[in-house]
């Protein structure tokens, strides 16, 4: 049979995205969770280099051009713990360490 069954874990919310041909998108590579084999992926500079070290976004972004499916998530896995991690550290209230370090 041609047909598979995948399960994916993603948090969040979940973005489909239908590329056209050719049609080009830039996103944080941590929150692409699956996407098309005629999907392409890539990677752009984000800008020169003093917009890499200072501007927290890091030297590169992705980019995925279409044709196809691609399915992205809007809270990656860094996000959820530093999140979780604040939570937890605001309910004690002592400013201990926490369970995540």
Same mark, same amino acid.
């Given at each position: 049979?041609?047909?598979? !069954? *995948?399960? =994916? *874990?993603?948090?969040?919310?979940?973005?489909?995205?239908? =590329?056209? #041909?050719? #049609?080009?998108?830039?996103?944080?590579?941590? $929150?692409?969770?699956?996407? #098309?084999? /005629?999907?392409? =992926?890539? !990677?752009?500079?984000?800008?020169? !280099?003093?917009?890499?070290? =200072?501007? %927290?976004? %890091?030297?590169?972004?992705? /980019?995925?051009? %279409?044709? %196809?499916?691609?399915?992205?998530? $809007?809270?990656?896995?860094?996000?959820?713990?530093? *999140?979780?991690?604040?939570?937890?550290?605001?309910?004690?209230?002592?400013?201990? #360490? $926490?369970?995540?370090?």
């Amino acid at each position: 049979s041609d047909e598979s !069954i *995948a399960f =994916l *874990a993603a948090g969040g919310t979940l973005i489909y995205r239908y =590329l056209s #041909e050719n #049609e080009t998108i830039t996103v944080d590579g941590r $929150s692409v969770v699956a996407m #098309e084999e /005629t999907v392409t =992926l890539g !990677i752009a500079p984000n800008g020169r !280099i003093c917009m890499c070290c =200072l501007g %927290g976004e %890091g030297c590169f972004s992705t /980019t995925l051009t %279409g044709p %196809g499916k691609v399915f992205m998530q $809007s809270m990656n896995f860094q996000k959820f713990r530093d *999140a979780v991690q604040t939570t937890v550290i605001d309910d004690r209230g002592d400013g201990s #360490e $926490s369970a995540f370090n």
